[in-house]
């Protein structure tokens, strides 16, 4: 049901977003850009409501003038909670009452086809949005699905241009925002310390992350650089991310040390030479903004999905050249001068992302469209 509204007042907004800050096996990016997101619009008024996937001792709360609500299973089966939550969807959508909903794209299989089951406008966020690479790994037809799905959506939020040029392709006459992430003023006063190690900081999906990548040419170098590598995060990869650190002989050169947040995670990346950002694919990487934001450098692909970070403040090798990203590692790893530059220029290009700015741009969407659909 939708709710006729005048563009003066505050609204009502859901969010379908699987993930949530709380959630031990996943507290990825995109719940924190939902949050951050979400408490802001809170504070101008608007009714802020995130449907996510249930977890291990998962609870409905209030939280930062936010209602977050779960649904499906509370197992610790991350698969199982994400086929879950997909199959109930259609339910829960047609229960919402609303004036906007955000939807977060979902693995494997992008969309969640929300405008068929709601007269409410939805706007689509590609959180997710590669199917390609779920069909190629469980020889299913994702791919099929995602490009069906998004030809019913009206509204769209990317985050860089290569999702907004996807998009187009699907759904020609999409009204879009290109809406960046921002970032916490904390990760500017983070005081940095003598380097100890390079840092890799994310969900352990090699498959995503490139973790194997990055261990590859690590390996194929690591007498010529002395830092240490350290991996912060958790994930379904984590036992095979153990076995090809066995297999490669880096059990004395890297460390696993779990997920990394609050404290933890400042301290980390206090101590961070520079960040290994080895992603085969990545929508935005809010990390990645965060690491700038503290004036680390990055080293990774020339991936689109990071076609924002310029290169005065990451150095990017060819995709999946191991043997240039390697040689990256080494030159990054040797050149204190350059790392001091490259900081610099991290700390000036975070600066231009905000969450406030962020929170603002969507609130201006959110209104253009209720005024769209009521004019």
């Known amino acids: 049901m939708k709710k006729k509204q005048s563009q003066a007042n505050n609204l009502s907004i859901v969010f379908l977003d699987f993930d949530d800050i709380k959630n031990p096996l996943l507290n990825a990016g995109q719940a924190r850009s939902t949050y951050e997101v979400g408490k802001r619009l809170a504070e101008k008024g608007h009714d802020v409501t995130v449907i996510s996937s249930g977890f291990p001792g998962s609870k409905d709360r209030i939280e930062a003038g936010i209602k977050y609500r779960h649904i499906g299973s509370r197992s610790r089966v991350i698969r199982l909670n994400n086929l879950i939550y997909i199959l109930l969807m259609p339910l829960a959508v047609r229960k919402i009452r609303a004036d906007i909903i955000l939807e977060c794209f979902t693995a494997p299989i992008s969309t969640l086809f929300t405008p068929l089951y709601t007269k409410i406008p939805v706007v689509a966020k590609p959180t997710s949005f590669e199917a390609e690479r779920f069909a190629r790994r469980y020889l299913l037809p994702f791919n099929i699905i995602e490009k069906l799905g998004c030809r019913f959506y009206k509204y769209f939020i990317p985050a860089n241009d290569y999702h907004e040029k996807k998009m187009r392709k699907y759904a020609p006459n999409i009204i879009s925002r290109l809406i960046p992430e921002g970032v916490d003023n904390e990760y500017f006063n983070i005081e940095k310390k003598s380097p100890k190690h390079i840092l890799f900081l994310g969900r352990l999906d090699i498959g995503q992350k490139g973790i194997d990548l990055l261990l590859q040419a690590y390996a194929n170098v690591k007498n010529n650089i002395k830092w240490p590598l350290v991996i912060a995060g958790n994930g379904p990869d984590e036992e095979k991310t153990k076995n090809l650190i066995n297999k490669l002989g880096l059990n004395s050169r890297v460390s696993m040390i779990g997920p990394a947040y609050g404290e933890k995670k ?62 990256t590692l080494v030159k990054l790893s040797n050149n204190s001068e350059l790392l001091d530059k490259m900081g610099l220029a991290a700390e000036e290009l975070a600066e231009k992302f905000t969450w406030e700015k962020t929170a603002q741009k969507y609130d201006n969407f959110f209104r253009e469209i209720i005024k769209n659909e009521y004019e």
Do not use: M, Q
């Open 266 to 327: 400042n301290h980390v990346i206090a101590e961070t030479l520079f960040v290994a950002l080895p992603s085969r694919h990545e929508g935005f990487c809010l990390f990645a903004l965060e690491a700038l934001a503290a004036g680390i450098p990055l080293a990774a692909f020339d991936i689109p999905g990071i076609s924002w970070i310029n290169s005065a403040a990451a150095r990017k090798a060819t995709p999946f050249n191991t043997r240039e990203y390697a040689e």
